[in-house]
Nanobody, 128 residues
Framework: EVQLVESGGGSVQAGGSLRLSCTAA????????MAWFRQAPGKGREGVAY???????GYADSVKGRFTISQDNAKNTLYLQMNNLKPEDTAMYYC??????????????????????WGQGTRVTVSS
């Protein structure tokens, strides 16, 4: 069973930074296509950033230039470095994993329920 555990959320002021971590258990992270999603109060879940097993990365337009996705295979951990945070970044952030690239990309583009494995989420609150 895939186990993903997020950490690193918190409360910051606008313009601040946070680094989210997603540690994987029972799987080798580098075998999976990975992504970060978020869900703001009262809104649907949306893709934030993804990284494929070959290193291909992608970002939502709203976070390009501010967020960076990376992974440390030795630590079996996925990261999301978030800089210049804005109040509209306030959300629950989830990491997700899937063995199929097409499924992950489809999930990133809106079909998130198809993505196989999810963490429990970590909350980010950005105040103005």
């Amino acid at each position: 069973e895939v186990q993903l555990v997020e950490s690193g959320g918190g409360s910051v002021q606008a313009g601040g930074s946070l680094r989210l971590s997603c540690t994987a258990a029972a799987i080798t992270l580098s075998d999976y296509h990975m992504a970060w999603f978020r869900q703001a109060p009262g809104k649907g879940r949306e893709g934030v950033a993804y990284v494929g097993t070959y290193g291909t990365t992608g970002y939502a337009d709203s976070v390009k230039g501010r967020f960076t996705i990376s992974q440390d295979n030795a630590k079996n951990t996925l990261y999301l470095q978030m800089n210049n945070l804005k109040p509209e970044d306030t959300a629950m952030y989830y990491c997700a994993a899937d063995l199929k690239w097409g499924t992950l990309r489809s999930g990133f583009d809106g079909n998130w329920r198809r993505v196989a494995s999810w963490g429990q989420g970590t909350r980010v609150t950005v105040s103005s």
